[in-house]
């Protein structure tokens, strides 16, 4: 590290590499390729000492209650190790193989169990995914436990649902190749929930269609209507 480097945060060095090469570095985006090895653990305690701020500012006295002494370092674990891990680790290595038996038919994968927070609130969102891929002779296959890996990874940041499927859906798209692809994603939201109207039994779902789901209704009939639905 330069001398000159001295006593920045990391936070603000990653920023600024991000800056440089004209990225966007939203909520729901990926950083992991400007963070450089050690750093995630120095921004593991610069977010500790801001959340220790912010508890601060509520007025809750850490150093006396026993109850929140060490919260503003569980906290920032949680959010950089578990909850918003997607945004700051690369994605899950994905074997891909070719269609050797030119399987052609209708394949569906899920209830996946899903868990994200929303970018507005971050109040949890907790939901199941289910996916549709319709393969060719060219496609990729790949194990059905990276649907799984990858829809971890891609819900593993600040979201709001529309933009989670569409997300996933890329990359599965970009990783398979299929001449079909169907998302249907059904959500609970804390944030409707546990605030505001507090309405606990609404559910989001939302999905998206390409190819020839997109083209075909008889195809998109028979994913929604074998789509396993939980009870």
Same mark, same amino acid.
């Given at each position: 590290?330069?001398?000159?480097?001295?006593?920045?945060?990391?936070?603000?060095?990653?920023?600024?590499?991000?800056?440089?090469?004209?990225?966007? #570095?939203?909520?729901?985006?990926?950083?992991?390729?400007?963070?450089?090895?050690?750093?995630?653990?120095?921004? %593991?305690?610069?977010?500790?000492? =801001?959340?220790?701020?912010?508890?601060?500012?509520?007025?809750?006295?850490?150093?006396?209650?026993?109850?929140?002494?060490?919260?503003?370092?569980?906290?920032?674990? @949680?959010? %950089?190790?578990?909850?918003?891990?997607?945004?700051?680790? =690369?994605? &899950?290595?994905?074997?891909? #193989?070719?269609?050797?038996?030119?399987?052609?038919? %209708? @394949?569906?994968?899920?209830?996946?169990?899903?868990?994200?927070?929303?970018?507005?609130?971050?109040? &949890?969102?907790?939901?199941?995914?289910?996916?549709?891929?319709? &393969?060719?002779?060219?496609?990729?296959?790949?194990?059905?436990? =990276?649907?799984?890996?990858?829809?971890?990874?891609? @819900?593993?940041?600040?979201?709001?649902?529309?933009?989670?499927?569409?997300?996933?859906?890329?990359?599965?798209?970009?990783?398979?190749?299929?001449?079909?692809?169907?998302?249907?994603?059904?959500?609970?939201?804390?944030?409707?929930?546990?605030?505001?109207?507090?309405?606990?039994?609404?559910?989001?779902?939302?999905?998206?269609?390409?190819?020839? #789901?997109? =083209?075909? &209704?008889?195809?998109?009939?028979?994913?929604?209507?074998?789509?396993?639905?939980?009870?």
């Amino acid at each position: 590290m330069h001398s000159d480097d001295e006593g920045t945060p990391v936070s603000l060095k990653i920023r600024e590499r991000i800056r440089a090469s004209r990225r966007r #570095f939203h909520a729901n985006d990926n950083i992991a390729d400007f963070i450089e090895p050690g750093e995630l653990e120095q921004l %593991l305690d610069e977010v500790e000492h =801001k959340m220790k701020g912010v508890l601060d500012s509520l007025v809750i006295d850490t150093a006396n209650d026993h109850n929140t002494n060490d919260t503003a370092r569980r906290v920032a674990k @949680m959010y %950089l190790n578990e909850v918003f891990r997607g945004r700051y680790v =690369k994605g &899950p290595s994905v074997t891909e #193989f070719p269609n050797a038996e030119h399987l052609n038919e %209708l @394949m569906i994968v899920g209830p996946i169990t899903v868990r994200s927070a929303c970018s507005h609130h971050l109040c &949890p969102v907790i939901g199941q995914i289910w996916i549709g891929v319709l &393969p060719n002779e060219h496609t990729n296959v790949i194990g059905l436990s =990276k649907y799984a890996r990858l829809a971890e990874w891609v @819900m593993g940041r600040p979201q709001i649902q529309e933009e989670a499927v569409v997300q996933l859906a890329d990359l599965i798209q970009q990783k398979t190749q299929p001449d079909g692809l169907a998302i249907v994603m059904e959500a609970t939201h804390f944030c409707m929930g546990w605030r505001g109207v507090k309405d606990v039994d609404s559910k989001m779902i939302n999905s998206v269609m390409r190819g020839s #789901f997109l =083209k075909d &209704p008889n195809l998109r009939r028979e994913f929604l209507s074998l789509m396993p639905r939980r009870s």
